[in-house]
């Protein structure tokens, strides 16, 4: 098994795992392998170190650092939509008119997430209905197998 450090056009970098380079090269070449993030096809592989096991070999000793790491912008950023989808209700492409109903009061206030269009979010906020479009990666949307 292979693990590669990859890149997409827009700068996420990801995971992959092969059974070998012919099988990156293979899955690359035909565009099935897509950015987690943004679901470019565009994937470029990065230079990655070997990880060798040589028998003798001293124990890596870590050191906490004198200040808490902060995770980066693209965890947090999963982290925040992952709170979002497990926190809010999927109305899909009557979100317009849900959030309309919870608006005028017609329907229990809660939280929701769906479609809709730019010049439905346009009408939201003209009638002072708070939206906000956020890109959920197609891996989120989706059960893993």
């Known amino acids: ?5 990859l890149r997409c056009a827009n700068g996420h970098g990801f995971e992959g795992w092969f059974a070998s380079e012919d099988d990156f090269m293979a899955q690359n070449g035909s565009g099935r392998i897509e950015c987690p993030l943004c679901a470019d096809r565009v994937i470029s592989r990065l230079p990655s170190a070997p990880r060798l096991n040589i028998s003798g070999a001293r124990e890596v000793v870590t050191t906490e650092p004198a200040e808490p790491v902060q995770p980066d912008m693209q965890t947090a950023w999963l982290q925040a939509v992952r709170h979002m989808m497990k926190n809010t209700e999927d109305v ?8 309309r ?9 809660r939280g929701i997430r769906g479609e809709a269009t730019g ?17 959920v990666p197609r891996a989120l949307k989706e059960p893993l197998q």
């Open 1 to 5: 098994m292979k693990v590669l450090d």
């Open 92 to 99: 899909g492409e009557r979100f317009a008119e849900e959030a």
């Open 101 to 109: 109903r919870i608006h005028y009061g017609e329907t229990p206030n």
């Open 119 to 135: 010049d439905q979010r346009a009408a939201l906020q003209d009638e002072g209905i708070e939206v906000m479009a956020i890109p």
